[in-house]
C-alpha cells in the first residue's frame, strides 16, 4: 500500500484529474490530501465532489486549510463573507454558478463541516496543512498554526516523525524537503503544478492546468 500526499489543489480540477490519471491510482492506496481544496482556481466543485467520492469509498483522507476555514466562517457574518471573496471565493461560487453561499449542495456544505481533519499520522510521518510547533504533541496543536503558519524552516518535532505540509506555496514548482519536514505545495493555481507524493520513496509526480505532466525524485531536489 502507498501512502500519497496531494498538495494545495485551490479548484484546479484540471491539474487533479490528470494528476490522478498520471500516478495511476490503485484501489489499495492510502491518499492524503493536505487541503486548500476550494478558491483560486476555475472548478472547485468539481475538486470537491471528486474528494467526496473517494471519501466515501474510504480510500482519502482529506485534511482542512485555511481555505476551508474561511469558506465555512464566510456564512457567519457578512464580514468573513468578505475576507473570503477577496482570498479566491468568488471563483467558488463561479464555479457553481451561484450566487449566494447557500446554493452551494447540502452534500458539499457536509464534506467542509464534517469529513475534513485537522491532521493525519502514520508510523513514520504526520499530515497537517501548515505546520505545527516542534514542542507540541501533535493532536493539540493550536488552529493558527495547523492552517496559517508559514513553512520557515521548522524544526524536527518531538515525536521524531517526518511533517508533511502544503500552504506555503513553493513558486518555483519544487517542493521544498529539509529531511524532518516537506511542504508539497507547489503554486498549483499560480504557474507551478500540483504534486503527488509518495511518503516512503520521495517519488513524486506532478501536473498542471495545461495538462502537462512530469515526474520528479525529492531527493534530488534538496
Not at 14 to 37: M, P, Q
Not at 73 to 85: D, G, N, P
Not at 183 to 192: K, L, P, R, Y
Request: hydrophobic share 35%; glycine share 8%.
Amino acid at each position: 500500500m502507498r501512502t500519497l500526499a496531494i498538495g494545495d489543489i485551490h479548484g484546479c480540477y484540471r491539474s487533479l484529474d490528470t494528476l490522478a490519471s498520471f500516478v495511476g491510482l490503485e484501489k489499495d492506496d492510502r491518499i492524503v490530501t493536505l487541503g486548500d481544496y476550494v478558491d483560486r482556481g476555475p472548478d472547485s466543485r468539481r475538486v470537491l465532489q471528486w474528494l467526496i467520492d473517494r471519501v466515501d469509498s474510504g480510500q482519502l483522507i482529506p485534511l482542512r486549510g485555511n481555505h476551508e476555514v474561511m469558506m465555512v466562517e464566510a456564512l457567519q457574518s457578512e464580514r468573513h463573507l468578505e475576507e473570503w471573496l477577496a482570498c479566491g471565493g468568488d471563483a467558488v461560487l463561479s464555479s457553481y454558478e451561484a450566487e449566494r453561499l447557500t446554493d452551494i449542495p447540502t452534500e458539499h456544505w457536509h464534506f467542509l463541516t464534517r469529513s475534513l481533519r485537522s491532521h493525519f499520522i502514520t508510523e513514520t510521518h504526520f499530515f497537517v496543512h501548515a505546520n505545527a510547533c516542534a514542542e507540541i504533541p501533535i493532536d493539540q496543536q493550536p488552529d493558527e498554526i495547523l492552517y496559517w503558519e508559514s513553512f520557515r524552516d521548522p524544526p524536527p518535532h518531538e515525536s521524531g516523525l517526518t511533517m508533511v505540509c502544503g500552504h506555503t506555496a513553493q513558486r518555483g514548482g519544487i517542493p521544498l524537503s529539509i529531511g524532518h519536514a516537506i511542504c508539497i505545495d507547489t503554486w498549483a493555481c499560480g504557474e507551478g503544478w500540483l504534486t503527488c507524493l509518495d511518503v516512503q520513496t520521495g517519488n513524486c509526480w506532478q501536473a498542471n492546468e495545461s495538462g502537462s505532466t512530469r515526474h520528479i525524485w525529492l531527493d534530488e531536489r534538496r
